[in-house]
């Protein structure tokens, strides 16, 4: 059973299912010409939410055999929806407009003809790449894809990616699919996790 906050703004109830902290162990798959990555890893996943109409998002993993870090990501996830006076920025630009509380109402009407909503991800990852996924939650279902990768100079090559994330019998699934180091879009990670608070 999924138990909302009493202080949740109704435009994260649809990806309310997501909040808390989540561990558990995922595996590494990933073929670049001859060479095969591959390995067992714990991992960590955090959604929170301050009162904001986004999720904060955290995550941390470290080799299972060898208990070296991999790359940690920080980010927002958010329904898509048009922004306007009453939202604050870009940058730290406040708001221009009196805030207006939005309702279950106002976020019924962003609902697709799939019966999901689109949102909006942003991460960046310890390694100097950031990325905007755009797709959608339908249900306790995500599927969301870049729309655009930004690398710092000493990043390693990353064109593109997916990721799915479903709750499956009180668990957290997810998929990773990549495109990196000349490789073509491929799987390339995927864990179980359960919710630890």
Do not use: C
Not at 54 to 83: I, Q
Not at 127 to 147: C, K
């Amino acid at each position: 059973m999924i138990e909302l906050p009493s202080d949740l703004p109704a435009d994260l109830v649809p990806l309310s299912w997501l909040l808390g902290v989540w561990e558990g162990v995922g595996v590494i798959d990933y073929h670049v010409g001859d060479d095969h990555y591959s390995g067992e890893f714990t991992h960590r996943v955090s959604f929170s939410h301050d009162g904001g109409d986004f999720l904060n998002y955290s995550a941390t993993a470290v080799m299972t055999d060898t208990n070296r870090a991999l790359v940690s990501e920080v980010g927002f996830w958010r329904l898509a929806r048009p922004r306007s006076a009453a939202d604050a920025g870009p940058g730290l630009l406040p708001a221009t407009a009196e805030a207006v509380v939005r309702t279950v109402d106002d976020v019924e009407a962003l609902r697709q003809t799939s019966g999901g909503f689109e949102i909006e991800v942003n991460l960046v990852h310890s390694d100097g790449v950031s990325e905007l996924y755009l797709g959608e939650v339908n249900g306790p279902r995500i599927e969301i894809a870049t729309d655009a990768v930004v690398r710092g100079a000493s990043a390693l090559p990353y064109g593109a990616a997916t990721r799915m994330y479903g709750l499956v019998d009180s668990h957290l699934l997810w998929a990773w699919d990549i495109t990196a180091l000349g490789a073509p879009l491929a799987s390339h990670a995927s864990a179980r996790l359960a919710k630890v608070s």
